[in-house]
């Protein structure tokens, strides 16, 4: 039972879904400081050697990874390309390859595309995420990212490639901890030490979902260096399943300023062995949401649940009941329930983040706002007539649809100057109908 829960909990985390022709990876990242334009960044990979296709003893074949990381744009890219072998990785876990390789970030690169390719055979699979430069001032101290492990120990093997700074650190590449594994070891760096004041503190923090501190741990540090290097440790056997925090908090209070890094991770408890995580896959994706997140993420299915859907869940009144809800829902949206894939859900995942990303504004989160609404309800647009801001009017867009009711259109106008656009008029059924609205986009 353990095995299992285990098993399906550790779905959630690697960031794809698996087929049998997938190759079964994830992996993690942190940043840490370089220079003013670049930052020195370590992948993390981890692969599950039994979805390749390694034949060991003939070294000429192995398995392909080609991480690229680029821009928004794809106009700037980082490519590397380079062979898996079992003697560069670590062998901490049976079936499992573990590694790392760093890169310098530079500012324009702000998205991590990796795509894994076995050589022997025609299985690959792919990772994208969005990767964002941090800049680490000159004259203001800071803190790196910190960096999740099954172990940290002094070592003076500076060629192995989990070296760093007279340490071997082995990364815990999908953040998840155990009771049989409940040692959360992590390693971060303080850089500017020279500019914090004799009298500052910095504190390792456990914090649950709603950021209430749960552990709490002084880290000692020295003023005189830069950068420096801090490992530290947290035991969480006694905490309950679901998805936490570790905050480092450095805080300097003559000069009233501080600074935070965060670090999301889960425990699985083997205390709770009837636990939702062993029912089925999409179960696993919600159970370690907090109420908070479950109604949030409800929220953003506006535009798919029915009213219906809206008003069992209004009645919903405990956190079990809501993770099982969203889990019953997917399932119902699942067109191929054969695949191991919820291809559905993975498109309207897709597009909710492309949404918050493309269309936030200050007043609203990118699924709240006409055009997010729009995206999310109809897809792309077949054209998108765009007239930006002149003299005689405000800029405003013009969104086409062919296919639907024998071609429809929608009009987005930004009234007050503030990229914010608004849904003035369309000749879809059911929305707003303006047949003035060239008048309202007119300043005169």
Not at 82 to 110: A, H, M, W
Not at 298 to 325: A, V
Request: glycine share 2%; charged share 25%; net charge neutral.
């Amino acid at each position: 039972m353990k095995i299992l829960k285990i098993f399906f909990f550790t779905l959630l985390f690697v960031s794809l879904n698996y087929s049998q022709n997938k190759i079964e990876f994830s992996i993690d990242y942190s940043r840490f400081y370089y220079n003013n334009d670049s930052n020195y960044v370590e992948i993390y990979y981890r692969i599950n050697k039994n979805t390749l296709k390694l034949n060991l003893d003939d070294s000429t074949k192995k398995a392909i990874l080609t991480f690229t990381l680029s821009d928004s744009n794809s106009t700037k890219k980082y490519i590397k390309t380079f062979y898996v072998q079992t003697k560069n990785d670590s062998d901490f876990t049976r079936n499992d390859l573990v590694g790392q390789f760093p890169v310098f970030l530079c500012k324009e690169i702000d998205s991590l595309n990796v795509e894994m390719k076995d050589a022997n055979s025609n299985n690959s699979a792919q990772i994208s995420e969005k990767i964002n430069f941090m800049p680490f001032h000159q004259h203001i101290f800071s803190l790196s990212d910190i960096q999740l492990a099954r172990n940290i120990e002094k070592s003076d093997e500076m060629k192995n490639i989990f070296y760093k700074n007279t340490y071997k650190i082995l990364p815990n590449i999908d953040n998840i901890f155990t009771s049989a594994q409940p040692v959360l070891f992590y390693y971060f760096e303080i850089y500017n030490s020279n500019q914090i004041s004799a009298n500052s503190v910095c504190f390792g923090r456990i914090l649950d979902n709603d950021r209430k501190e749960i552990m709490k741990k002084e880290i000692k540090f020295a003023h005189n260096s830069s950068p420096i290097v801090k490992v530290n440790s947290f035991i969480l056997k006694n905490l309950s399943t679901g998805s936490y925090f570790l905050e480092v908090i450095l805080i300097d209070s003559l000069n009233n300023y501080q600074y935070k890094s965060y670090k999301k991770f889960y425990f699985v408890s083997d205390k709770e062995e009837n636990s939702i995580f062993v029912l089925n896959n999409y179960n696993v994706k919600f159970a370690s949401f907090s109420e908070e997140e479950c109604d949030l993420f409800f929220d953003k299915l506006r535009y798919l649940s029915s009213k219906s859907d809206k008003e069992m869940y209004s009645n919903l009144n405990s956190i079990e009941g809501k993770r099982e809800f969203l889990s019953k829902f997917w399932q119902k949206q699942d067109n191929s329930p054969s695949t191991d894939e919820n291809e559905f859900m993975n498109e309207y995942l897709r597009k909710l983040d492309y949404v918050e990303q493309k269309f936030k504004t200050q007043m609203y989160a990118g699924y709240k706002s006409d055009m997010g609404r729009i995206y999310l309800t109809y897809g792309v647009a077949d054209t998108i007539d765009r007239y930006p801001n002149n003299i005689s009017g405000k800029s405003y867009e013009i969104w086409t649809y062919n296919s639907i009711e024998g071609g429809v259109y929608f009009v987005f106008v930004d009234a007050l100057g503030t990229d914010e656009f608004q849904l003035i008029h369309s000749t879809k059924r059911g929305e707003v109908y303006n047949p003035n609205w060239k008048e309202q986009i007119s300043n005169n």
